[in-house]
């Protein structure tokens, strides 16, 4: 039999050819299907390689716009501090590909929109979150820091790419109060301990693991960005999800049992409950207006509107919050009298 590639009749992919050409060597066989698996906001795509009951991920990688290195370095941490994540069974820089082990197709997301239960997810991947942060610490301080010139350009997206280019705001007038509520966000970062940090650590890129074929509850992927830089950025990106919101209630308790699991694990953590919320809730704003700002620039830059949908959501975090602390008020303000309004007649236009 030979190999079956599974895509849109009328699209030619060289690299999709290239690819399965580099996998019949590499399986010694030629009778597997590939499959679209995933894509991300990057270049690299994601195929499932099929043979009999037999499945593994192939990673596309464009070597002059991705660099594997970073993949390999962080998926050897994760399996080395003992979650859930792909192992690396063959690799080929030049080429740009990947051959790993198989995490499933069930995300978080898909999960919780079927109705499953919440507490077991995010219970087990605050565990998972915990055991990386206990026991890597000393993996992380072989990444690159999360630090103050990348916590900067990082929240730079948000007027940049969505006020300015994207919802046509002219904010001159506004800088200076906008680096103010930057100066506050970057302080409170930087305050935190530092430990291993995903930087993607939601919905979309955690696995329901089987805990047989698809190993333990939850399968973490896209990973390769990961920084040590604070303890809340991942618990944050967990439980303030840019693709789904839950109750102020339900985040507040979840921050308890992080912080009760941290302790017990020696995780280092604030001082009081207050403080790690104060830590959580800035470092949230400042994870938030990247977000909001890549999602931008994924439209105009790249041509990728998929993201737009998850604006509101993200937007209404910023302001939320931002309610809670006199250094944003800035910021709330620009979201009420321009944000808010731009979004409206935008959305109005659309229609």
């Given amino acids: 039999m030979s190999s079956s590639i599974i895509e849109p009749a009328s699209t030619h992919d060289p690299r999709l050819e290239q690819l399965a050409q580099w996998l019949r060597s590499v399986l010694d066989a030629s009778d597997f299907d590939l499959r679209p698996a995933s894509a991300d906001a990057s270049f690299r795509r994601y195929f499932r390689v099929t043979r009999g009951d ?3 991920i192939a990673m596309d990688a464009p070597p002059d716009k991705e660099d594997l290195g970073p993949y390999v370095h962080v998926a050897r941490i994760l399996t080395d501090v003992g979650v859930n994540a792909p192992r690396v069974l063959a690799r080929d820089d030049a080429q740009g590909f990947l051959l790993n082990t198989d995490l499933g197709s069930r995300t978080y997301l898909a999960e919780l929109e079927a109705q499953g239960d919440p507490e077991k997810l995010y ?3 605050m565990h998972a979150l915990v055991r990386v942060q206990a026991r890597g610490q000393s993996h992380s301080e072989t990444l690159p820091p999360y630090d103050e010139p990348l916590l900067r350009r990082e929240m730079k997206l948000f007027p940049d790419w969505f006020c300015e280019r994207h919802l046509g705001l002219k904010l001159a007038s506004e800088a200076q109060a906008l680096n103010d509520v930057y100066d506050a966000l970057v302080d409170a970062a930087l305050r935190q301990p530092k430990v291993f940090v995903h930087r993607d650590y939601h919905s979309r890129n955690l696995m329901v693991g089987d805990g047989a074929r698809f190993g333990p509850n939850p399968g973490i992927l896209d ?3 990961a920084v040590h830089g604070p303890l809340t950025y991942d618990l944050v990106s967990l439980l303030r999800d840019c693709y789904i919101a839950w109750p102020l209630e339900r985040v507040h308790k979840w921050l308890g049992d992080f912080e009760q699991c941290a302790r017990d694990s020696g995780v280092p953590v ?3 409950s207050e403080e790690l ?3 959580f809730d800035l470092m949230g704003v400042q994870r938030h207006l990247k977000a ?6 994924l ?3 790249d041509g990728k509107p998929g993201y737009l949908k998850d604006i509101p959501r993200t937007v209404a975090y910023v302001f939320q919050v931002s309610a809670a602390y006199p250094e944003l008020r800035p910021l709330r303000s620009l979201i009420e009298h321009q944000v808010l309004p731009a979004m409206d007649r935008l959305n109005a236009e659309s229609q």
């Avoid at 909001?292 to 620039?297: D, K, M, Q, S, V």
Wanted: aromatic share 20%.
């Fill in 223 to 225: 990973f390769q960005d």
């Fill in 299 to 301: 439209w105009h830059r």
């Fill in 123 to 125: 219970g087990d991947a």
């Fill in 292 to 297: 909001i700002g890549i999602f931008a620039r």
């Fill in 270 to 272: 604030a001082g009081s």
């Fill in 277 to 279: 919320l104060r830590w």
């Fill in 54 to 56: 037999e499945s593994w």
